[in-house]
């Protein structure tokens, strides 16, 4: 039985699916399922998943990010969970690096790596995004450079399927909040691709992003009762 199942979930991803289904095959470590979350693709996304033949594909039932993360989530039967989105691309020891120091101590709950973002053509950037970023590595509780308990997510919950791009933001809080333990890994696990079409940038045009963090600001205000 495998010990770790990493999660995807497409929409019409075939201009970069490829590179991400081609860098789980090229895992310095192979004891992994994988689980595709597809929400009605049209564009050749299902045909690609057979690159990988420890695919599992489901048709997503739910709507946005958050209901095909938890519908991943309900089809991992292993104790270990990472995610990738699929335009993204892990580096080749992002597995092993994660599971050698979960293995190590059971007391560990998590770990985490450092991602670059990589653009295309740095000339056309998302708006709002920082050109500056584009240099070095950076660490980050976001769910590319995670591994964690399966666990974790009936303790602490699953993603809120009421925000569509702030749902990472909210889980990772509640997480860090958590007494679940973290390992911070000096490793480069994950690259995070920057174009025109990200959900996180175009909501930053669309004001939604803003929308949202502000609603979870809220929330933690009136649950503390001010």
């Given amino acids: 039985m495998s ?7 497409t929409l019409n991803s075939q ?3 490829k590179q991400c289904l081609q860098s789980l095959l090229s895992q310095s470590y192979r004891d992994f399922d994988v689980v595709v979350v597809d929400g009605g693709s049209s564009d050749g996304t299902l045909e690609m998943v057979s690159l990988l033949p420890n695919a599992k594909l489901v048709l997503q039932s739910g ?9 991943g989530i309900a089809h991992c039967s292993t104790p270990y969970i990472g995610f990738l989105d699929s335009d993204d691309w892990w580096e080749p020891t992002a597995l092993s690096n994660h599971m050698s120091v979960l293995l190590s101590d059971a007391n560990l709950d998590y770990s985490t790596g450092m991602f670059r973002f990589f653009a295309e053509d740095p000339g056309a950037l998302p708006y709002g995004f920082k050109p500056s970023l584009l240099d070095g590595l950076h660490q980050a509780l976001m769910p590319g450079c995670f591994v964690g308990k399966r666990d974790l997510f009936d303790s602490i919950g699953l993603f809120d399927e009421s925000l569509s791009v702030a749902l990472d933001i909210q889980w990772f809080h509640d997480l860090k909040l ?3 333990r973290r390992y911070e890994l000096d490793a480069h696990v994950l690259n995070k691709r920057v174009h025109l079409s990200n959900l996180l940038y175009t909501s930053f045009e669309k004001g939604t992003y803003r929308h949202e963090l502000l609603s979870l600001v809220y929330r933690r205000l009136k649950s503390k009762g001010l």
């Fill in 178 to 180: 958590s007494s679940a």
């Fill in 3 to 9: 010990l770790v199942t990493v999660a995807i979930a």
């Fill in 15 to 17: 201009p970069y699916f």
């Fill in 63 to 71: 709507r946005g990010l958050a209901a095909a993360w938890n519908e």
